[in-house]
């Protein structure tokens, strides 16, 4: 048997273990079809040498923003996939956004999906935002968005404009775990928040600082904790995306414990940055809206330690980047904060790029780049949380998230030893934006390759992006996995009938 491709001389990372040295990967129509040593060679097989370096799958990035209209000056497909896949993302799941005026969710999922016809880089699949949650749309849509491949759905409960009430999120869970769908929610009291910024606004502390001292951690583990709570009382698996607050985190290791379905994502900046980067420079005070997010940016390195330990742990399932950006220097983008010249945190847009770093900032804490009594994570919880998790949580298994045979062949091969080491610099980045809020950071190893589905479309080695643009296709994306925990438990307190009289 004879291969289109053969990746030799690489250290192959799995969830679970570090292959031999000495396996080879098989490749052939875009999957692999073989691991195993000396594999056969034919005349016309391409030969691919990793010269010692890891190899991971291809990083999934379930978390990212593209085409939003709320976003105008943000990454569109091209440029937004053209940056994940330099930076080792070969799949990215996006989100097609239902407004609170739109009646039904089909022609919010048909019209984002295309804008990104022929435009991805990279292999993509859909999430969809719920704001109103009709019946017609529980009874019916839903249904329609499972047989579409879009199989699951995000809710926010903050945003005026956004936010499902606690009835409305119950509904949502009940139908989800009904169809075998992940829920997704962003979780912040909104009560808190919006009485804490008008407090700040009549007291005229409105410059882009301000904006962490809005949303403080409280505001998290209040609703995190609610969520938690709704998720058990509907018997559903839900993700909690973004997650910043280490007393939020240990309501998920909590629930965890014991066995509900509670999966939690964190981002970079939550655990490289904090909020003393929101405080504007001397040479411009209002730069600090580059770091504008929410949640926000934490104060102390305590904080950023308590996720550290939710990553090793392994509490967090996900590692995603939460890519929202804004351009800065743009009237449309973060400079819209900027109200006759008076900052106004408040009307700063949300969020940060983060697509392209996301995969070397976490590869450069394991212990392919650092000693190992100073790794944060092992290269198998690194494949978990960048990949493997991902694939299962979002309806990819089989398919994605790991190198073995009838797989894509989704890959990145890392540069050996400490030769693929750089500093990250807007320069050198690939998005349509005009920073990076990682500006300045050293990580410890870039992708030399990326594969998709077993073609290079990133090569360091010749200068950058050789796939093109279109080669990304749509993943019709099938039932997610209950990775932590399992369905079936009966809620604290609750007789084990209790449901069946009110549903």
Same mark, same amino acid.
């Given at each position: 048997?004879?291969?289109?491709?053969?990746?030799? %001389?690489?250290?192959?990372?799995?969830?679970?273990?570090?292959?031999?040295?000495?396996?080879?990967?098989?490749?052939?129509?875009?999957?692999?079809?073989?691991?195993?040593?000396?594999?056969?060679?034919?005349?016309?097989?391409?030969?691919?040498?990793?010269?010692?370096?890891?190899?991971?799958?291809?990083?999934?990035?379930?978390?990212?923003?593209?085409?939003?209209? /709320?976003?105008?000056?943000?990454?569109?497909?091209?440029?937004?996939?053209?940056?994940?896949?330099?930076?080792?993302?070969?799949?990215?799941?996006?989100?097609?956004?239902?407004?609170?005026?739109?009646?039904?969710?089909?022609?919010?999922?048909?019209?984002?999906?295309?804008?990104?016809?022929?435009?991805?880089?990279?292999?993509?699949?859909?999430?969809?935002?719920?704001?109103?949650?009709?019946?017609?749309?529980?009874?019916?849509?839903?249904?329609?968005?499972?047989?579409?491949? $879009?199989?699951?759905? =995000?809710?926010?409960?903050?945003?005026?404009?956004?936010?499902?009430?606690?009835?409305?999120?119950?509904?949502?869970?009940? =139908?989800?775990?009904?169809?075998?769908?992940?829920?997704?929610? +962003?979780?912040?009291? +909104?009560?808190?928040?919006?009485?804490?910024?008008?407090?700040?606004?009549?007291?005229?502390?409105?410059?882009?600082?301000?904006?962490?001292?809005?949303?403080?951690?409280?505001?998290?583990?209040?609703?995190?904790?609610?969520?938690?709570?709704?998720?058990?009382?509907?018997?559903?698996?839900?993700?909690?995306? +973004?997650?910043?607050?280490?007393?939020? $985190?240990?309501?998920?290791?909590?629930?965890?414990?014991?066995?509900?379905?509670? *999966?939690?994502?964190?981002?970079?900046?939550?655990?490289?940055?904090?909020?003393?980067?929101?405080?504007?420079?001397?040479?411009? +005070?209002?730069?600090?809206?580059? *770091?504008?997010?929410?949640?926000?940016?934490?104060?102390?390195?305590?904080?950023?330690?308590?996720?550290?330990?939710?990553?090793? %742990?392994?509490?967090?399932?996900?590692?995603?980047?939460?890519?929202?950006?804004?351009?800065?220097? *743009?009237?449309?983008?973060?400079?819209?904060?900027?109200?006759?010249?008076?900052?106004?945190?408040?009307?700063?847009? /949300?969020?940060?790029?983060?697509?392209?770093?996301?995969?070397?900032?976490?590869?450069?804490?394991?212990?392919?780049?650092?000693?190992? %009594?100073?790794?944060?994570?092992?290269?198998?919880?690194?494949?978990?949380?960048?990949?493997?998790?991902?694939?299962?949580?979002?309806?990819?298994?089989?398919? =994605?998230?790991?190198?073995?045979?009838?797989?894509?062949?989704?890959?990145?091969?890392?540069?050996?030893?400490?030769?693929? =080491?750089?500093?990250?610099?807007?320069?050198?980045?690939? *998005?349509?934006?005009?920073?990076?809020?990682?500006?300045?950071?050293?990580?410890? /190893?870039?992708?030399?390759?990326?594969?998709?589905?077993?073609?290079?479309?990133?090569?360091?080695?010749?200068?950058?992006?050789?796939?093109?643009?279109? /080669?990304?296709?749509?993943?019709?994306?099938?039932?997610?996995?209950?990775?932590?925990?399992?369905?079936? %438990? $009966?809620?604290?307190?609750?007789?084990?009938?209790?449901?069946?009289?009110?549903?």
């Amino acid at each position: 048997m004879a291969f289109d491709t053969i990746t030799t %001389n690489g250290l192959i990372v799995t969830a679970s273990d570090i292959l031999p040295p000495g396996t080879e990967i098989g490749i052939t129509a875009g999957k692999i079809t073989a691991l195993g040593l000396a594999l056969p060679r034919g005349p016309s097989t391409k030969i691919l040498d990793a010269r010692g370096a890891y190899i991971t799958p291809g990083g999934i990035d379930s978390h990212v923003h593209l085409a939003q209209k /709320n976003s105008p000056t943000g990454d569109g497909w091209e440029s937004g996939t053209r940056s994940a896949v330099a930076g080792g993302t070969t799949t990215v799941i996006a989100f097609a956004s239902q407004e609170r005026g739109d009646g039904s969710l089909l022609p919010v999922v048909e019209e984002y999906l295309k804008l990104a016809d022929r435009q991805s880089y990279v292999d993509y699949g859909v999430h969809c935002i719920i704001t109103s949650p009709s019946a017609r749309i529980l009874d019916e849509e839903f249904r329609w968005l499972f047989e579409r491949g $879009v199989t699951s759905v =995000k809710l926010y409960m903050t945003y005026e404009h956004m936010r499902v009430p606690d009835r409305g999120v119950l509904e949502i869970l009940f =139908k989800c775990r009904e169809l075998g769908m992940t829920t997704m929610i +962003h979780a912040e009291s +909104h009560d808190m928040i919006s009485f804490i910024i008008e407090g700040l606004e009549r007291k005229g502390n409105t410059e882009p600082y301000f904006h962490a001292l809005a949303r403080p951690r409280i505001a998290e583990d209040e609703a995190s904790y609610r969520a938690i709570s709704l998720a058990e009382l509907a018997d559903a698996p839900i993700l909690i995306v +973004h997650m910043s607050s280490e007393v939020a $985190v240990g309501h998920v290791r909590e629930a965890q414990g014991r066995l509900l379905p509670v *999966h939690a994502e964190t981002c970079p900046h939550y655990l490289f940055l904090l909020s003393e980067e929101i405080k504007g420079k001397e040479h411009d +005070h209002f730069s600090g809206a580059k *770091h504008v997010c929410s949640p926000p940016l934490r104060h102390r390195k305590e904080d950023l330690e308590g996720l550290w330990r939710g990553v090793a %742990n392994g509490t967090f399932t996900t590692w995603s980047s939460d890519h929202a950006p804004s351009k800065y220097d *743009h009237p449309g983008g973060k400079k819209l904060g900027l109200v006759d010249g008076i900052p106004r945190f408040s009307k700063i847009p /949300n969020g940060l790029p983060g697509v392209e770093t996301r995969m070397a900032l976490l590869f450069g804490q394991t212990e392919a780049c650092l000693p190992a %009594n100073e790794a944060r994570l092992s290269l198998p919880r690194f494949v978990q949380l960048t990949a493997s998790n991902t694939a299962k949580l979002y309806g990819l298994s089989g398919r =994605k998230g790991s190198i073995a045979p009838g797989f894509d062949a989704d890959m990145v091969v890392w540069y050996p030893g400490s030769a693929g =080491k750089r500093v990250i610099e807007q320069g050198r980045m690939h *998005h349509d934006m005009d920073y990076t809020p990682f500006e300045g950071i050293e990580v410890g /190893n870039w992708p030399r390759w990326t594969i998709l589905r077993g073609e290079i479309v990133w090569s360091d080695d010749e200068g950058g992006v050789v796939g093109k643009k279109g /080669n990304g296709e749509f993943l019709k994306r099938g039932r997610g996995e209950v990775v932590m925990g399992r369905t079936g %438990n $009966v809620p604290r307190g609750m007789l084990g009938d209790e449901r069946e009289y009110w549903r």
